[in-house]
């Protein structure tokens, strides 16, 4: 690695050519999914006043404690760091259907969107300060069938991915805000005379979010949870029948789970379903993703009580899985054609030439410098052309070009108003990169990202 002056800020990273294939590869998968079940795309701002966030996912979980990004505003109107970068979209999408009245469209408002987040907290190995996100949200019917619609377009994004077989499906159900009440109180009569026998930090969990106890990594907490009350035993009927019926539609679309009485999620909003997707083999240290039921989310953004499910998933975590598993994506940013040149007015012929081949649809590079046709030969090698198209003062003057096929190193003298022809014969018209803006949007080719 060079010693660079300047470098990334800790916690972030740039997303090079290489893994910008597999971004491109996950929104396409991501959007055609998204498509395919009638969910249309929004973009929220990246940030929000941070009561949007401590409203939304709760100010004593983690998220809100320790990884909000806080943003200092310069107009002393709008006082101190009230703005807040996202750690998620739920919340700023929860807010948008709000504000512009959405519950007066057709329902549900189905909604997906494709980003980037932040968190503060410490980095780690796969948590990054900047991060990107494909977020699905269903909001305004609350439905059984809806939960296991929505879990199955995730299921289908990530065997499209090649990756499913590496995930399991962990699955729970939460109750009602009601019943998680009662069972909450349960588990803090349950702690009282056993808090010096927690770590420090679950000490804090108890006294500000009890429900976080229950996904906790600390051998001394599951090792007290094995005699706590449990949340299945204040489960409300309506929830155990609701549960139940997910489970039975998950099993009519050939969907495997795990049921997991432990799963909570670490955000407040959620209510009934919750689910991840978990490593095999480390569990949730590499889960790709999660989401839930948030039936009260909307009535604490100041709209009228609206159900809503939704699911969030990490594309570094997806990317990383894909190269784990030897999946290479697939990409269109090949050379197919290097143009080398000696002289201004080959240079000139070129220019033309190399501009006609990419409006065909080849990928197309050349006219480069003034160096010699020897250098020029090893960048179309670098580049990995296909074919080289060579123009020299000979060739200008007698109105032909040198046609090189780089794999098999063979090349041909050929007419020059031939060249762009023979270049597509060769490629072949399937091949070519093309798309093409209609006035109509639903006409725009899928390749445009």
Known sequence: MADAQYRTPKGTHDVLPEEQRYMTYIKKAVRHRARQAGYQRIDPPIFEKREIFERGIGQHTDIVEKELFLVSATNKDEGEKEFALRPEFTAGICRSYVEHAMQQLVQ?????????????????????????????????LRDPSLDAQLIQMVVKILQDLKILDRLTLQINNI????????????????????????PELDQKRLAAN????????????????KSAPTMEQFMDSESRQY???????????GIKYNPNPG??????YYTQTVFEFWDQSTGAQNAVGGGGRYDGLIELLGGKPTPGIGFAGGMERVMWHMKEAGIDAPHKD????FVAQLGPDAKKQCLTLISKLRDLGVHTVGALGEASLKSQMRHADRFGAKFTLLLGQMEVKEGTIILRDMAAGK??????KDAISEVVKLLGEKNLDKYTLHDHLGNLDQNVD
């Open 108 to 140: 549900p408002v189905q909604l997906y969107a494709i980003g980037p987040c932040f968190r503060h907290d410490r980095p780690q190995k796969g948590r990054f300060r900047q991060f990107h996100q494909f977020n699905f949200e269903l909001i305004g």
């Open 175 to 198: 109750g009602t805000s009601e019943s998680r009440k009662a069972f909450l109180a349960a588990l803090k009569d349950y702690f009282i005379g056993k808090e010096r026998n927690l």
């Open 210 to 225: 009890p429900l976080r106890l229950l996904d906790s990594k600390e051998e001394d907490t599951q090792i007290l949870l």
């Open 243 to 253: 549960h139940e019926t997910v489970l039975e539609y998950l099993e009519e679309l």
């Open 263 to 268: 799963l909570v999620r670490g955000l407040d």
């Open 334 to 337: 090949q050379v197919d054609v």
């Open 411 to 416: 090349q041909k003298q050929i007419k020059f």
